[in-house]
């Protein structure tokens, strides 16, 4: 695998296949690093997820996670 980041001068570029892969199926993609920088998720918190799930599927998971923890004090 040959992986590079390059900044063109002009809007071609030319590549250079290494003999392994020549007749193979390849895939070439290219992208703004900057663009892929102004896209990183936000963080969320908790008050994000509100209301997805019912009052009682919560109420489960925090039983759960209740005995789980009596559990570690064992």
Known sequence: ???TIITPSG???????????VGRKI??????LDELESK???K????????TISDETA?????NV????SEWDI
């Open 44 to 51: 969320k918190t908790m008050s994000d997820f509100w209301n």
């Open 59 to 63: 109420q489960k998971l925090h039983d």
């Open 11 to 21: 809007t071609d570029v030319h590549l250079a296949i290494e003999k392994q892969y």
């Open 66 to 69: 209740d005995k789980m923890r």
């Open 27 to 32: 895939e070439i993609t290219y992208l703004a």
């Open 1 to 3: 695998m040959v992986r």
């Open 40 to 42: 990183l998720p936000v």
